[in-house]
């Protein structure tokens, strides 16, 4: 359950910052037809701070719909409101999904006791699996190896999406947590490190533009075969650090744009569309990683 290159999918949309549902379809085929194992659904790469309540659950709808069981679906269900969280989930659970994805709540910046209560109080008001997810560059508040472990008892908590790059505190959550507690690197320029010390794959932003490698990859670690994963890594270094020199999911917006696989790049506001440098930036990256051909550079 939950393993494996899980895409932290973006959430298309048209020129008038309206959800694209057409594309989001063929994006939900573009990755059962790439061997991705998984996907969030309107995680941060899915732009959830900006869509409304009846929107994310409307997208989360047709994302499982898409899917038809043929993909696991998980949904994002973070707030910063406990009682948001609360209605987001019981919302949600109805809808096919096979879990939730709850990040850390932002902004209110709460004790580690408060995280105990928040994750708790979500996770008693659904029958279904959820993930934790830390990731303190986006939320300041830092989710302690040691709460997660209190946390990993609940029998509904069944895993952990760590977004910090840091493979000491893998380290310290494997002696904390049991065998069967889902660890998943949130970072993609550490996922195969992280993997090869043993983790159980990635929510990775790169999958949207390299969802066949990445599957790869992330197969390859798990299996043993590091050096052939390490090729693959190498491979997409370049882009897993480069997708992020605009606030995500601008580049990888724009990089699906120009593969052609979504009508428009538009994020919306507070964030806006690519800088012409930057574009020009993951444009040369991606065709270094034979992810577009030299003849389709414009």
């Given at each position: ?21 057409q ?8 990755h ?7 996907i ?12 409304p309540?009846?929107e ?8 499982v ?7 696991f679906?998980?949904?994002g ?5 406990t009682a ?10 109805p ?9 850390v709540?932002?902004?209110?910046k ?7 209560a ?36 609940h ?13 000491q505190?893998?380290a ?17 320029d ?8 043993g ?12 969802p066949k ?22 491979r997409l ?6 997708l992020?020199?605009?606030?995500n ?7 699906l744009?120009?593969?052609g696989l ?24 991606m065709l ?11």
């Amino acid at each position: 359950m939950f393993k494996g290159s899980i895409v932290a999918l973006v959430t298309p949309m048209t020129d008038d910052q309206q959800v694209d549902y057409q594309t989001l379809k063929s994006l939900v085929e573009y990755h059962i037809d790439a061997g991705t194992d998984g996907i969030v659904s309107v995680g941060t790469t899915g732009e959830s701070a900006t869509l409304p309540v009846d929107e994310h659950i409307k997208v989360i709808k047709a994302t499982v719909e898409y899917a038809a069981g043929r993909i696991f679906v998980i949904a994002g269900s973070g707030a910063n409101s406990t009682a948001e969280a609360i209605e987001l989930s019981q919302e949600m659970a109805p809808l096919g999904i096979d879990g939730f994805l709850s990040v850390v709540p932002y902004y209110n910046k709460p004790q580690q006791r408060g995280l105990i209560a928040h994750f708790e109080t979500v996770a008693d008001c659904t029958d279904l699996p959820v993930l934790l997810y830390n990731v303190p560059g986006r939320t300041v508040t830092d989710m302690l190896p040691e709460t997660v472990a209190v946390l990993a008892k609940h029998d509904k908590i069944i895993g952990i999406k760590d977004a910090t790059g840091d493979m000491q505190r893998l380290a310290d959550m494997r002696k904390l947590v049991s065998d069967d507690f889902i660890l998943l690197s949130g970072d993609d320029d550490t996922s195969f490190e992280f993997i090869k010390q043993g983790g159980h794959g990635t929510i990775s932003v790169t999958a949207n533009i390299a969802p066949k490698l990445m599957a790869q990859m992330v197969s390859l670690a798990r299996t043993g075969d590091f050096e052939a994963a390490q090729r693959i890594n190498d491979r997409l270094a370049k882009l897993h650090t480069q997708l992020f020199i605009e606030p995500n999911p601008v580049m990888p917006k724009w990089a699906l744009y120009r593969m052609g696989l979504i009508k428009s790049d538009i994020v919306r506001l507070p964030l806006v569309t690519a800088e012409l440098a930057n574009q020009k930036i993951i444009e040369q990256v991606m065709l270094d990683a034979g992810i577009i051909k030299i003849e389709e550079n414009a």
